[in-house]
Nanobody, 121 residues
Framework: QVQLLESGGELVQAGGSLRLSCAAS????????MAWFRQAPGKEREFVAA???????VHADSNQGRFTVSRDNTKNTLYLQMNRLKPEDTAVYYC???????????????WGQGTQVTVSS
């Protein structure tokens, strides 16, 4: 059973940066497709970014050039570096792990509890 614990969410001003972390236990991040999703109030959960087992990454069009997903195998942790944040980035950000090589759909086996990111204008 893989457990995922997100951290790093907080209140930040527009234009600022945050780095989210997703610490995994019970399995290696390198053995799974790892992803970030987000969900804003009243909206569906949406794909943010993912890293496949090969290390190949994919990012949503809405954050291309602003967000970067990475992983540290020695710390067994997935990261999301978010730059030039906008108010519309406000959401709960979730980490997910699974075997979904398509990566962008929410077909993941394991999910974290989420971390709140709030971007003020």
């Amino acid at each position: 059973q893989v457990q995922l614990l997100e951290s790093g969410g907080e209140l930040v001003q527009a234009g600022g940066s945050l780095r989210l972390s997703c610490a995994a236990s019970g399995g290696k991040v390198s053995s799974y497709v790892m992803a970030w999703f987000r969900q804003a109030p009243g909206k569906e959960r949406e794909f943010v970014a993912a890293m496949r087992r090969s290390g190949n990454t994919v990012h949503a069009d809405s954050n291309q050039g602003r967000f970067t997903v990475s992983r540290d195998n020695t710390k067994n942790t997935l990261y999301l570096q978010m730059n030039r944040l906008k108010p519309e980035d406000t959401a709960v950000y979730y980490c997910a792990a699974g075997f979904n090589e398509k990566a962008t759909t929410p077909d993941y086996k394991y999910w974290g509890q989420g971390t709140q990111v709030t971007v003020s204008s």
